[in-house]
């Protein structure tokens, strides 16, 4: 091999070597693009919300303005009757009520179910359950609202029956929160399995050395330390609670006064607010008050978020993240 | 693993197609006795009453104590033509009690009112009444069917009219033409007569004709008219059945093209033949969802009439041992005057 041949060689190389470099320059714009974009997707969807929100309560909306401080208080949603009546004060409690009512049911059953797939359970019961809760988490909303349509609600007013209380077709905040604690048991169980699968082998060996039995390490050790991924689940949980829009229509019942107190009475949530009458309304106050809706729903999610970020901190001793 | 896995879709599939087994059986069941459902929740012993809601006089009167409780009410949401009907006929307009449950449409409410012993709300006549396990309400000693409706004896409803402009004032001789054929279209034709009913209006069948014979008195529908534009204005309540008219008509005379700029029944006679006949708000055909007003003459008009009647039934659950209603009670109950069943005379 001459030096001509090494030097061609070389130059070859250095092209090839050039190109890859070029490629991964563009690979990174292209990753980096797309980054923006989805980030500008949420600015976009937050500003359109937004000012289409607020236009209601300013000066410039004319006779129609609203105040916000009626808004954000009251106790009745009459978009219905002239002039119109738009509180949304008790459904931001109703849907605090269904939403968390749900967490509270579904949270436990699902963190203990994590924790038996991720420790408990022997490898071919695992991979069973696992898909159960997998193809749980995939049965869209619609289908659950159909569900808790036909069976949920003749369940509750089986119950209420039985305590002599006469409710609506079954039609009833409780029948919302059991819907809730159905279709969030999967979002906070898949999380959980994760955070806790991730858990170091090596603490939970130690635990047991110092003497520790097994179930103790696990909730103890194991869930302690999983907590980070726990909450992660829990919040987003909430968050599919908060939101979900159709199935929770479809046996909430809308009430127009509230808040409701009573499980078996009927209720009204922030999504269901805005859902219901979307198909026949005309741009006009009705149409942008929904928008408020949606801020006022933004910023409730926001406030979880951030509650379960203060209580994350204050559960468990382990910090170890 | 996963191989585990497929298993266990495999096995989820099956059951699904189990349970799907077993609910169309249960529904097989249902439908050759739809009270099933009824009695297995409050127990009462009601007769096997299968499709005819009201055979028997004596087992239809004795629960009539039997039941007591809070009225639910069911409403549709404010933006409901149905909705609007019923509060303007029964005259509670704005009035609706804050307890009322909103629903979402007519199927919504026909399914909800269906699973609720103390239901009552309103549906539009075309509603499948046995298959939602409710029944219709009589309001005023009249039962609600099309017959009653068409002969004007059944008050919860309201006819949709129509009045032209006056002749020679269309200032286009093909309009006048053209506006002609479409009322003939929407008065006589079965065409238009379905067009109507699909859109949920009611209208007397019997008697119309197919438009290939009506046509021949109306040769513009065969000339090229896509430069001609109907204005119409009215009713809101009607836009739904007139837009029906109006796009299966299209097509069948000469593709001309409409504008529906409806704001209130108020709105039809004034922009046709009354006062705002020349300003921003005229139209070539007016719409009422109510009869014409003495303070509206709409006499000059080139044509006037009513082209289909509007209905709103009453419902309860079937199990109800409600029967009739009276305008009074009705109202009454819609605006929470009158919360319990036992005190409905």
Known sequence: MDRKEKKTIQAKLDSFHSRKLWQDKIMKRIFQGSALLAALMIFFISYFVISRGIQPFLSSYGDEQQSLIAFIS?????PDIAPPVFGVGFIIINTLLTSLGAAVLSFPISVLTALFIAKIAPPKLRAVLTTIVELLAAIPSIVYGVFAAGTITGLVKDVGDIFGINTYGGNSMFAVIILLAIMIFPTITSLSVVAISAVDRSLELGSIALGASQMETNFKVVLTSAKSGIFAGLALGLGRAFGEATAVSMVAGNRMIGPTWNPFDITRTLTSTILSGMHETSPGLDYDMRFSVGIILLLVILATNFMIQVIKRKVGGVTHE | MKKTKIFVIMLLVAALFAGLVACSDKKTTKTEAPTTKATEAPATDAPATTAAPEPTEAPTEAPAAALTGAIHVYSRDASSGTRGAFEELVGFEGELTDDAIVTDSNGDMAAKVGADQYAIGYVSLTTDFAANNIKAVSYEGVEP???????????????????????????????????KAFIAFLTESAEGANAISSAGGIVDAAGKKPWAELKADHPIVDEDNSGIELVTVGSTSVEKAIRAALETFQPMAGNFTFKMSHAGSGEGPAGTVGAEKDSAKKGDIGFTSRPFKDTEDVSQSMSNGTFCLDAVVICAQLDNPIENLNKDTVAAIFKGEVANWEDIK
């Open chain 2, 145 to 179: 069917t099309q017959e009653n409706v068409l002969n004007e004896t059944y008050t919860l409803a309201r006819p949709f009219n129509y009045v032209t402009r006056a002749a020679g004032d269309f200032g286009n001789d093909k309009k006048e033409q053209l506006v």
């Open chain 1, 74 to 78: 009251g106790n009745r949603w009459r």
